[in-house]
T-cell receptor
Framework: EAGVVQSPRYKIIEKKQPVAFWCNPI?????LYWYLQNLGQGPELLIR????????DSQLPKDRFSAERLKGVDSTLKIQPAELGDSAVYLC?????????????FGPGTRLTVL | AQKITQTQPGMFVQEKEAVTLDCTYD???????LFWYKQPSSGEMIFLIY??????QNATEGRYSLNFQKARKSANLVISASQLGDSAMYFC???????????FGKGTRLHILP
């Protein structure tokens, strides 16, 4: 069974440029998460989707970040414009559902560097 | 206040020794799940083991076991017979159903010495 797929793995951009990350969850997983991980820290949730609905985006900086999951499968996270402080690893994860036993499985992440 | 506390920022352990990574958590919800993830230098978060708050027995998964002490709100990861490939960051995490968020600790960097 294929795991969570993310692309690109690495991205280097100049500040004020836009950038987009793509995620394809494990087949059959209804819940999709985007996390931000700063160096030396644990992941922090940006947004959670139940199928195509964003049910928790309270931590998403909506002035520059946006996300979509149009058909309830793959998802895109966008930053426009990027700032120096956005340099981090962006992780996508998926789970079957939201019961406490539902394990989240992570993709390899996209390492973003903003110059 | 932090919900997940990992007090060991780094550890050095000799190969083949057992190692315990500490994790304490804070919740008022009687129903919760506890997870451990491994993150090698490649960056991917790898799920290791899960413990439910109502589980009577400590979870085990191969060389990984979870020392769950509910009254102390402690969920330490034990790795038996450590291997060089165990060198990585290890994160403890908790899911509270009322929030449906998984909260991660700051991690412990484990170094296995040959």
């Amino acid at each position: 069974e294929a795991g969570v797929v993310q692309s690109p793995r690495y991205k280097i951009i100049e500040k004020k440029q836009p950038v987009a990350f793509w995620c394809n969850p494990i087949s059959g997983h209804n819940t999709l998460y985007w996390y931000l991980q700063n160096l030396g820290q644990g992941p922090e949730l940006l947004i959670r989707y139940e199928n195509e609905e964003a049910v928790d985006d309270s931590q998403l900086p909506k002035d520059r970040f946006s996300a979509e999951r149009l058909k309830g499968v793959d998802s895109t996270l966008k930053i426009q414009p990027a700032e120096l402080g956005d340099s981090a690893v962006y992780l996508c994860a998926s789970s079957l559902g939201t019961r406490r036993t539902d394990t989240q499985y992570f993709g390899p992440g996209t390492r973003l560097t903003v110059l | 206040a932090q919900k997940i506390t990992q007090t060991q920022p780094g550890m050095f352990v000799q190969e083949k020794e057992a190692v315990t990574l500490d994790c304490t958590y804070d919740t008022s919800d009687p129903s919760y799940g506890l997870f451990w993830y491994k993150q090698p230098s490649s960056g991917e978060m790898i799920f290791l083991i899960y413990q439910g708050s109502y589980d009577q027995q400590n979870a085990t998964e191969g060389r990984y076991s979870l020392n769950f002490q509910k009254a102390r709100k402690s969920a330490n990861l034990v790795i038996s017979a450590s291997q060089l490939g165990d060198s990585a960051m290890y994160f403890c995490a908790m899911r509270e159903p009322r929030d449906d968020k998984i909260i991660f600790g700051k991690g412990t960097r484990l170094h296995i010495l040959p």
